[in-house]
């Protein structure tokens, strides 16, 4: 590295005492605004975002690899630190460490808009893996906007930062907002998925724009959420399933949203 680092080794410096603190509490990450980020790819991530990070770090065996060297040399960064393998596994908060972390201020989603097209409205997904996998499928099919309910998982907890692979800095993600309360902003139709509903999915016509309804993996949606919905579909299951994870849900519909737009814009041979 041409930017030469001191090692730290003792959990006793005051700057790493901060960084454990941070890392072991949810609620510390909430007040002071920051995420986690382990990994080249959340890191470049968040640094393609334009956004700089507060904090970069990697271990002395991650930096002996030419891209962890590269990515600590030009990764915007308010501080770079260079730590033992043992701090920075208790800092990454993750399994398995891949030597490089990074803590970062998380992106304000700024007030509610207006008028909403195509977004996500999710109710009570509380499973942050499946919170995370939403996410990167909502940032792969060009949805703008997710919305989540109180008492749904946090968006920026280590798993759902992880399992977004770097979605999250492709979204404008509100937390705390009821479903209800966004329905008279939404421009086309509001449709809520359900094992009982007498259309199905493919037969829905998704060329306009839709807020997407999700619910908790095993209650599915409030009955106040499914009221407000114009529209209710189901996925056709013809197999021995009975249900599916709700991220495969979402992939689902918003792929299916995307296969109509695209035939509709297909010329007729």
Known sequence: MRTQLRL????DNPRIKALLRLARSGREQRAS??????GERLI?????????????????AACE???VRALMESAPARARLLLSESLVRQISQVVTSSGVVAIVRIPEPGALPERIANCLLLEGVQDPGNLGSILRSAAAAAIEHVF???GSAYAW??????AGMGAHFALSIHEGVRPASLVPRALGQVIATGPQASRTLFEADLRG????????EAS???????????AHVRIPMPGAAESLNVAASVAICLFEQLRQRHAAQVPAA
Do not use: C
């Open 65 to 67: 690899s030419a891209p």
């Open 8 to 11: 730290i080794r003792s959990r």
């Open 209 to 216: 724009p839709v807020a997407w309804l999700f619910g908790n």
């Open 148 to 150: 989540l309910s109180p």
């Open 220 to 230: 599915g949606l409030s009955e106040e959420a499914r009221r407000v919905a114009t």
């Open 33 to 38: 605004g920051t995420a986690i980020l382990d």
């Open 44 to 60: 470049d991530a968040y640094r393609s975002s334009g956004r700089t990070a507060e904090v970069v770090l990697a271990s002395e």
């Open 157 to 162: 907890s280590p798993k759902a930062v992880r």
